[in-house]
């Protein structure tokens, strides 16, 4: 059974970074479409980067120009690196597939936005 492992996260300044990874066992970053979602208390879990077969990436408007979603086939790793940060970033970042049969949900890795 796959699982997600999401890591990276911390506390941080307005306009700081921060670079996410995620892991799984299996090859399954590799071989499909990945996502970055995050999900805020009381909000529903939204998709904010996507990495799709080619390469070819896709960010909500909220994060466009600051975020940047990337992989590592041969570590079987997906990364967020996130500039610029906003308090309104603040979440449980996630990562999953974006379309098919998903695994179960990793633990997610919080970010924390603010001064």
């Known amino acids: 059974q796959v699982q997600f492992v999401e890591s990276g996260g911390g506390s941080v300044q307005p306009g700081g970074s921060l670079r996410l990874s995620c892991t799984a066992s299996?090859?399954?970053?590799?071989?499909?479409?990945m996502g970055w979602y995050r999900q805020a208390p009381g909000n529903e879990r939204e998709l904010v980067a996507g990495?799709?077969?080619?390469?070819?990436?896709d960010y909500a408007n909220s994060v466009k120009g600051r975020f940047t979603i990337s992989r590592d086939n041969a570590k079987n790793t997906l990364y967020l690196q996130m500039n610029s940060l906003k308090p309104e970033d603040t979440a449980a970042y996630y990562c999953?597939?974006?379309?098919?049969?998903?695994?179960?949900w990793g633990q997610g890795t919080q970010v924390t936005v603010s001064s």
């Open positions: 299996g090859s399954i970053i590799s071989s499909y479409a």
């Open positions: 999953n597939r974006i379309a098919g049969r998903r695994p179960s």
């Open positions: 990495m799709y077969s080619g390469g070819s990436t």
